[in-house]
């Protein structure tokens, strides 16, 4: 019986998933991103630091957030002030964005611009936004199935050009020359789940290891709210 | 070929090392045990700074690096004398020890292996912790069981010596282990401020283990010579059981703070207490009634309930819990003023080095001031050094209190943590000389412990509830101060620090009112004088004395 199981198991396994075409799984991907009705999302920043001010203090660390189609995003935003850690939520609905940090705004939150020109709707519904990033990979090329966290994906790796990158996420990520990209799209339902994105014009000798953006977007169609506060 | 393996295994005559000897080399992992229990006061801004913890909200949770170890050492001290009295002082001993080596290795990789490893498991059930509170969820987890080997330590020892001392030479050895327990801690905080200096934080625990393999092996070997009886009965399982949950709840009750979810809109809001404070703080009650049920009918009593019907036992203990408390103000109120004046991170290293002088200031002169305590004790009796101790400390808390401004130089903050410490260590030998006189001859090392257990219950609770006093106190303080306006950063910054302090004042003045609170148990310790034991002594020889002689 466990000989016949282990028999089975290799003629499945030999016969199960067909490789796809690269650029349609991409597709496919962008596509249930842009249709979600919510996401969970977060980005994190390892290796060279980003500065996300004009002054060059606040430093990027990561963002936990959720989407809720069509135009509302909430997130907390750790970000390294002076080498010190802190916290900023943020809440952005249209063109509106609220956001509070316990010892700037005293805990309270304040209607202002946290990241100016930012709109959810733009970055993830438009074809301008996520899909067009998706889509404008250079060099796909599809390195088989791995195994993440115990979830199978499909492993694409690519370039992108920066400056595209850098609008694409108001200036989140501010590339200039080519990024590498490295996409992880859930085999079972096809929804792109992490994109890793290396900048390799960060590396310095001061920061020999390059910026390196961790995107994960997961629990699609997940139960959440984003409400004014 | 059997007989001869027989003869090299089984009862193989030994040489018996010297009783000192033997406490010496198991003294080795106590010291360091206790070395730990307040190394990261000095270390922890590194800490914070180094895994990027945010201070708004990840402040209480860093708090359980020492409370945690505090609580795990505590919790280990009431059981593991009893359990190595069940099945042998050297294995129970060797084990924890052993415990202790992985807790540091643990420790010193805290953010690494470890951490990788609880992520991939929490990402495997779905979960998508913070990277940065899963490192520090690693690192409190170390730190627990790093503390729950060390603790052990200190109970097996005092064990140890009722196996290599007849009764009437135990005073001394016990009182080593005592000195060199608090020896530790003592010197932990300059430690870790000077190593700190030189190496990163990490490789101070690293040095924990060629220093605790060392340790292994002497103590496996000396230990090898000493007698391992075995006693009679059972452990008390429901009652360590009981015992635990208590003194868990009550610290997890009472260091339960803020926790800022997205759903809050004001500073209000994150002042408030999380729902399960009440709820911890219950079964915290729950089971303490019940402890106490189980231990006056259990025929194996982990604690014999007993011994708190003698005076001199409940007053010396309950001093000793306040003074633990009140300790813990000092040792938590410095690192946090001294590092808020670091103008940025590249200054918490020197500060680390200032932390540690500073609170030398307070433990070096307590464990000194134990010394004429005791003398004080002998001539005049337990209650007035305890007295005299307890005022002299509440003088230095409240000029603390009234002068600890974010701009007080070190050189006052270290005057008045001196009269703190000379205070406080005044009362440690008059309540322990009082609680270990109090108890039956039998009955003295774990009367020892308890003494020491509750000094570091006191501990443990100030340190789980002084983080929520102050982060509270500091909300409140900052919607008053702040308001609902946008402040400038460095304004903001410079309101903080001076909320900070004034919270710091707060308190010291707290601090003061606990020493004259610990006034009443130390009214009530009675007798201690040297020449009154003498009297007794010789009244009881002359009574044993046959008639006619």
């Given at each position: 019986?466990l000989?016949l199981s282990?028999l ?5 396994g030999g ?6 075409e690269?650029?349609a799984?991409?597709t ?9 009705e ?8 390892t290796?060279?630091p ?6 060059g ?10 989407y809720v189609?069509p135009?509302?995003?909430?997130a907390r ?11 900023v ?12 940090h ?6 309270q939150w304040?209607?202002?611009e946290?990241?100016p ?5 733009d ?16 060099d ?16 694409l ?10 609008a694409?996420?108001i200036?989140?990520i ?6 590498l990209v ?10 792109a789940e992490?994109?890793v ?12 290891v390059?910026?390196?953006?961790t995107?994960e ?8 709210t984003?409400?004014a506060p | 070929m ?15 090392p010297?009783?000192w000897?033997v406490?010496?080399?198991?003294s080795l ?7 730990d ?8 801004p ?8 945010p ?14 170890y505090?609580?795990a050492y505590t919790i ?6 009893r359990v190595?009295?069940?099945i042998?002082r050297?294995?129970v001993?060797l ?12 420790v ?5 292996l ?8 929490a ?5 998508r ?28 020892s005092?064990?140890?010596?009722g196996?290599l001392?007849?009764?009437h ?6 009182g ?6 608090m020896?530790?801690?003592?010197v ?8 700190v ?9 690293w040095?924990n283990?060629?220093?605790g393999?060392?340790a ?7 230990l ?5 009886p075995r ?8 009652g ?8 868990a709840?009550?610290?997890?009750g ?24 009440g709820?911890?703080?219950?079964v ?11 231990e ?5 009593p982990l ?12 007053a010396?203990?309950?001093?000793s819990?306040?003074?633990?408390f009140?300790l ?5 109120s410095?690192?946090?003023l001294i ?11 020197g ?8 609170m030398?200031?307070?433990t ?8 004429p305590g005791?003398w ?5 009796g ?8 307890l ?5 230095g ?12 130089s070190?050189?006052e ?7 703190v ?6 009362t440690?030998s ?5 609680v270990l006189n109090?108890?039956?001859d ?12 509750l000094r ?5 609770l100030a ?6 006093i ?5 909300s ?8 609902e306006t946008?402040?400038m ?7 903080y620090?001076?909320?900070t302090a ?7 003045l707290?601090?003061?009112?606990l ?8 009214w009530?310790?009675?007798g201690?004088?040297a020449k009154?034991?003498?009297?007794e ?5 002359h ?5 006619g002689?």
């Amino acid at each position: 019986m466990l000989v016949l199981s282990i028999l089975l198991a290799g003629c499945s396994g030999g016969t199960a998933t067909p490789t796809p075409e690269p650029l349609a799984l991409i597709t496919e991907a962008a596509r249930s991103i842009r249709d979600a009705e919510s996401f969970a999302v977060s980005i994190e920043r390892t290796g060279a630091p980003v500065y996300i001010d004009q002054a060059g203090i606040i430093n990027f660390l990561r963002a936990n957030g959720h989407y809720v189609a069509p135009d509302r995003v909430q997130a907390r935003v750790r970000v390294l002030v002076s080498g010190i850690a802190g916290d900023v939520d943020v809440i952005a609905i249209g063109n509106d964005q609220y956001y509070r940090h316990a010892i700037l705004t005293g805990g309270q939150w304040i209607n202002a611009e946290f990241s100016p020109g930012f709109n959810a709707e733009d970055l993830v519904r438009s074809e301008s936004g996520l899909s067009r990033a998706m889509g404008a990979l250079n060099d796909i090329a599809l390195q088989g199935i791995e195994d993440i966290d115990g979830v199978a994906m499909w492993h694409l790796t690519g370039s992108a050009v920066g400056s595209e990158v850098s609008a694409l996420t108001i200036g989140l990520i501010p590339a200039q020359d080519d990024v590498l990209v490295d996409l992880y799209i859930r085999v079972d339902n096809g929804h792109a789940e992490r994109l890793v994105i290396v900048q390799p014009d960060t590396v310095s000798e001061e920061e020999p290891v390059p910026s390196t953006w961790t995107v994960e977007v997961y629990d699609y169609n997940g139960d959440y709210t984003v409400e004014a506060p | 070929m059997q007989a001869f393996a027989r003869r090299f295994t089984a009862n193989r005559p030994r040489t018996n090392p010297s009783p000192w000897l033997v406490l010496a080399l198991v003294s080795l992992p106590v010291f360091i045990g206790a070395l730990d229990l307040t190394i990261v006061s000095a270390i922890l801004p590194e800490v914070i700074v180094e895994l990027q913890i945010p201070l708004e909200s990840g402040l209480d949770d860093v708090a359980w690096v020492v409370s945690g170890y505090l609580l795990a050492y505590t919790i280990s001290m009431t059981f593991m004398g009893r359990v190595s009295d069940l099945i042998g002082r050297r294995s129970v001993y060797l084990i924890c020890l052993g415990i202790f080596i992985i807790g540091s290795i643990w420790v010193a990789g805290a953010d690494g292996l470890p951490a990788d490893a609880i992520m991939s498991l929490a990402r495997r059930m779905g979960q998508r912790p913070d990277p940065t509170a899963v490192a520090l969820l690693s690192l409190i987890i170390g730190r627990i069981v790093q503390a729950f080997g060390g603790g052990a330590l200190v109970p097996i020892s005092m064990a140890l010596v009722g196996d290599l001392f007849p009764p009437h030479r135990r005073a001394q050895p016990l009182g080593l282990i005592g000195a060199v327990d608090m020896a530790g801690w003592v010197v932990g905080h300059l430690y870790g401020g000077i190593m700190v200096q030189f190496v990163d934080w990490r490789t101070l625990f690293w040095l924990n283990v060629p220093v605790g393999l060392l340790a292994l092996a002497l103590t496996w070997w000396v230990l090898r010579g000493v007698r391992q009886p075995r006693a009679a009965g059972g452990f008390d399982f429901v009652g360590a059981l009981l015992l635990g949950l208590t003194l868990a709840a009550i610290s997890i009750g009472l260091g339960a703070n803020t926790e800022v979810t997205a759903d809050m809109t004001t500073f209000e809001e994150l002042s408030t207490l999380p729902p399960y404070t009440g709820p911890l703080l219950l079964v915290a009650a729950l089971a303490f009634a019940l402890f106490l049920l189980v231990e006056r009918r259990s025929s194996n009593p982990l604690i014999d309930l007993a011994l708190f019907r003698r005076r001199n036992f409940t007053a010396g203990n309950l001093t000793s819990l306040i003074v633990g408390f009140a300790l813990m103000i000092g040792l938590v109120s410095v690192p946090i003023l001294i590092n808020i004046r670091a103008e940025d991170v590249s200054q918490l290293t020197g500060a680390a080095l200032s932390v540690g002088l500073v609170m030398s200031a307070l433990t070096i002169p307590m464990g000194l001031a134990a010394v004429p305590g005791g003398w004080l004790s002998d001539r005049y009796g337990h209650r007035l050094p305890t007295a005299v101790g307890l005022v002299l400390a509440a003088i230095g808390f409240v000029l603390a209190g009234l002068r600890w401004f974010e701009t007080v130089s070190y050189g006052e903050m270290a005057l008045h943590m001196i009269m703190v410490g000379v205070g406080l260590g005044l009362t440690t030998s008059p309540t322990s000389a009082a609680v270990l006189n109090a108890a039956p001859d039998d009955r003295r090392g774990i009367a020892a412990a308890i003494d020491d257990m509750l000094r570091l219950l006191g501990m443990t609770l100030a340190a789980s509830s002084l983080t929520t006093i102050a982060l509270r106190r500091v909300s409140v303080l900052a919607v008053d101060r702040i308001g609902e306006t946008v402040a400038m950063t460095q304004e903001a910054i410079n309101i903080y620090v001076s909320i900070t302090a004034q919270v710091i004042r707060e308190l010291a003045l707290l601090g003061a009112l606990l020493c004259i609170l610990a006034l009443l148990p130390a009214w009530m310790l009675r007798g201690g004088r040297a020449k009154d034991f003498q009297a007794e002594y010789e009244q009881a020889q002359h009574a044993a004395r046959p008639a006619g002689d």
